[in-house]
């Protein structure tokens, strides 16, 4: 192929990929937007009159996160310190946020109280949950260590 051609074919991949990026980012704000998350915690927190702020923060912090990984190299030689604390910083409210949105689904489709009329399950509920979160972590411990060496 011609170094043009290489050109044209990067360029073109980066706009696919830049206008995909926007598409699944607009799903997920508009999937978290649906199922409620933000009304509910300003509800909770009595902060209902802030959520056109909260919602703007949610789309700059997936903004700026984005970007962050995007250009990941460039700092983590300038700044090797602030790169560390940003990752430390966006686990601790990605973990918040997993938790949350887990709540808001269970609670939005009530999963909890149909599976367990469905099964018939009167005892051992916590065994369930238990069971479910070893998996998770069993599940997540094969991933890294066999998908990721």
């Not at 990067?10 to 937007?33: D, N, P, Q, R």
């Not at 700044?79 to 709540?103: M, R």
């Given at each position: 192929?011609?170094?043009?051609?290489v050109?044209?074919?990067?360029?073109?991949?980066?706009?696919?990929a830049?206008?995909?990026?926007?598409?699944?980012a607009?799903?997920?704000?508009a999937?978290?937007?649906?199922i409620g998350?933000?009304?509910?915690?300003a509800?909770?927190?009595?902060?209902?009159d802030?959520i056109?702020v909260?919602e703007?923060s949610?789309?700059?912090g997936?903004?700026?996160?984005?970007?962050?990984?995007?250009?990941q190299?460039?700092?983590s030689?300038i700044?090797p310190?602030?790169?560390?604390?940003?990752?430390?910083?966006?686990?601790?409210?990605?973990?918040?946020?997993?938790g949350?949105l887990?709540?808001a689904l269970?609670?939005?489709?009530?999963i909890?109280?149909?599976?367990s009329?469905?099964?018939k399950?009167?005892?051992?509920?916590p065994?369930m949950?238990?069971?479910a979160a070893l998996g998770?972590?069993i599940?997540?411990?094969?991933q890294?260590y066999?998908?990721?060496l």
């Amino acid at each position: 192929m011609s170094p043009v051609t290489v050109v044209i074919n990067k360029i073109l991949l980066g706009w696919v990929a830049f206008g995909a990026g926007f598409a699944v980012a607009g799903g997920f704000i508009a999937f978290i937007s649906l199922i409620g998350i933000v009304t509910r915690l300003a509800g909770i927190t009595k902060t209902a009159d802030h959520i056109p702020v909260y919602e703007n923060s949610m789309a700059m912090g997936i903004l700026l996160f984005n970007l962050l990984s995007l250009y990941q190299p460039v700092f983590s030689w300038i700044f090797p310190a602030a790169g560390y604390s940003i990752i430390y910083l966006s686990s601790l409210f990605t973990g918040i946020f997993a938790g949350c949105l887990a709540g808001a689904l269970a609670e939005v489709v009530n999963i909890i109280p149909i599976f367990s009329r469905r099964v018939k399950l009167r005892k051992g509920f916590p065994y369930m949950v238990k069971a479910a979160a070893l998996g998770k972590c069993i599940g997540c411990l094969i991933q890294f260590y066999l998908f990721n060496l």
